[in-house]
């Protein structure tokens, strides 16, 4: 498959954008400007970017603890998301939702989920309204190899399947659940497999193959919304830090966690492609590095310079609770 110039700029923008956003976080973390338990993407830039360029901007999206990958490709705005991590009231939840908690609702995230599992259901019900509508709208949701031993997981595909409801779901097989490697506790090789039970149609691709993910995520988007029913995508791929911020990875081995970040880094992968082919130039691609590197540079000032959320004001808005007053 051929990508124009422009389309080959903006893939790697994203997934630059992506892997820059997190390098940020771990300097603010570090330097102790921003709390709080964050869950980093680098490594599986592919899977959101290659599945999120198939989307339209109605269609739905639910995502994970490790969620800022799905956010940025959908097109969540990159200075909310830093304000959001600051907490701050200018940021996409108003500084109430944090890292493991951001939605919006204008570009079709349905939200990040500090629940593992927890938005496989929600994209259920996204699906099953669109279908109802008859919206046209697909709804998308991505999660871990480990998310797919809950029940959620298997309630949704086999409701999902039954109904032929116009979803996606995409596991992200990173080869561990926290600490734990995938094969200790999921008795099949292929997270594709378990479709079989629910009469889903399943595919696996390369996650570290922006190519492969699109190629493979047009074929599953086609296939829902033209009432075929939904697809198990799985893509293998691998987080390149740790579970969380902070984790010192003492139970993955060091050899094969730098084979995967040496030889198999998707932005890389992407690079040496486009540039094979000719459409774009590393110049091309190093301009973008500096615009990216901008704009991160003035989220983080932005986000640092805007107001606290007000405690009188802000407490009790936004939220399904309301106190009488
Ligand atoms: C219902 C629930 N159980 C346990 C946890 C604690 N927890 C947070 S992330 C995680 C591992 C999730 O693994 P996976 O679904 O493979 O996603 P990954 O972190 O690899 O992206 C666990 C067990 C949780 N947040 N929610």
Redesign the pocket.
């Known amino acids: 498959m051929d990508f124009s110039r422009e389309s080959s700029i903006e893939i790697y923008r994203r997934m630059r954008t992506i892997r820059g956003f997190e390098d940020k976080l771990q300097e603010l973390v570090a330097a102790g400007r921003i709390g709080g338990f964050l869950?980093l993407y680098a490594g599986e830039e592919a899977v959101a970017v290659g599945v999120c360029a198939q989307l339209r901007e109605t269609d739905l999206v639910g995502s994970?603890?490790?969620g800022h990958g799905h956010c940025i490709a959908k097109g969540v705005d990159v200075k909310g998301m830093m304000a959001e991590l600051f907490g701050r009231a200018t940021g996409t939840c108003r500084g109430k939702g944090g890292s493991m908690h951001i939605a919006d609702m204008d570009c079709g995230m349905l939200g990040a989920n500090?629940?593992?599992?927890?938005g496989i259901p929600l994209v259920t019900g996204a699906a099953l309204t669109a279908q109802i509508k008859q919206s046209g709208a697909v709804a998308v949701g991505f999660?871990?190899?480990?998310?797919t031993n809950?029940g959620q997981f298997h309630e949704s595909l086999n409701m999902a399947s039954n109904w032929k409801l116009p979803a996606l779901y995409v596991c992200?097989n990173?080869g561990?659940?926290?600490f734990t490697p995938t094969e200790f506790v999921v008795p099949v090789r292929d997270i594709a497999d378990r479709a079989a039970s629910y009469g889903m149609h399943a595919l696996i691709a390369d996650g570290m193959d922006f190519f492969d993910v699109y190629e493979k995520a047009a074929v599953a988007i086609e296939r829902a919304r033209r009432g075929d029913g939904p697809t198990l995508l799985e893509c293998k791929t691998y987080?390149f830090y740790g579970?969380y911020v902070g984790d010192p990875t003492p139970y993955r081995d060091k050899e094969e966690a730098e084979q995967w970040i040496q030889n198999r880094d998707p932005l890389e992968l992407f690079e040496a492609r486009v540039r094979e082919s000719g459409v774009v130039s590393g110049d091309d691609l190093r301009e973008v590095d500096g615009e990216v590197e901008r704009l991160l540079r003035a989220a983080v000032e932005e986000a640092e310079q805007a107001p606290q959320p007000d405690p009188e004001a802000d407490l009790t808005s936004d939220v399904y609770v309301s106190y009488p007053t």
């Open positions: 869950h994970t603890h490790r500090g629940i593992v599992g927890g999660f871990g190899d480990g998310a809950q992200e990173n561990f659940g926290e987080r579970h």
